[in-house]
């Protein structure tokens, strides 16, 4: 199978990783889109949130927590930080090998523009 975060995993692609068990990986996004970074995948091969079953429970939550704690390795647990998985064409995923993007570092844009603190023209 031809999946870039598999290699990763392998070590055949190199990765700057912050993060290794035998189960999770986690590493530097090698096109930053806030300060801090990161992208966490399970070593198995599951192409999206979406075609993870009940026996990946255990390696969903490994995950979560593998987050959790490259958040706090990056110094990002008392300003915050987002954790998000893209799936499928709408959500823009590109890789289709899950991955957690921990995202930090700066106050981030709301989820969605029209929500944002920015532009938000509802009377006070
Ligand atoms: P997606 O849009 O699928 O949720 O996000 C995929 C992410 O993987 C993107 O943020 C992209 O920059 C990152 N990415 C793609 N190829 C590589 C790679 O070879 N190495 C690393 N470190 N990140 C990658
Ligand atoms: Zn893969």
Redesign the pocket.
């Known amino acids: 199978m031809d999946c870039?975060?598999c290699k990763?995993a392998e070590g055949t692609?190199p990765?700057?990783k912050v993060y290794e068990d035998d189960h999770v990986l986690a590493?530097?996004?090698?096109?930053?889109?806030a300060p801090v970074?990161l992208?966490v995948i399970p070593k198995k091969h599951v192409a999206s949130l979406d075609d993870a079953s009940p026996e990946d429970l255990e390696l969903l939550g490994r995950a979560m927590l593998a987050a959790k704690q490259v958040a706090r390795d990056a110094g990002l647990t008392d300003s915050g930080y987002r954790v998000?998985?893209?799936i499928g064409p709408d959500?823009?995923?590109?890789?289709?090998h899950l991955?957690l993007?921990v995202m930090g570092g700066e106050k981030l844009a709301g989820l969605n523009p029209k929500n944002s603190s920015e532009s938000d023209t509802r009377p006070s």
């Open positions: 870039i975060f990763i692609i990765s700057r590493f530097h996004d090698i096109q930053p889109q970074h992208l998000v998985t893209n959500a823009g995923q590109v890789v289709f991955h993007h």
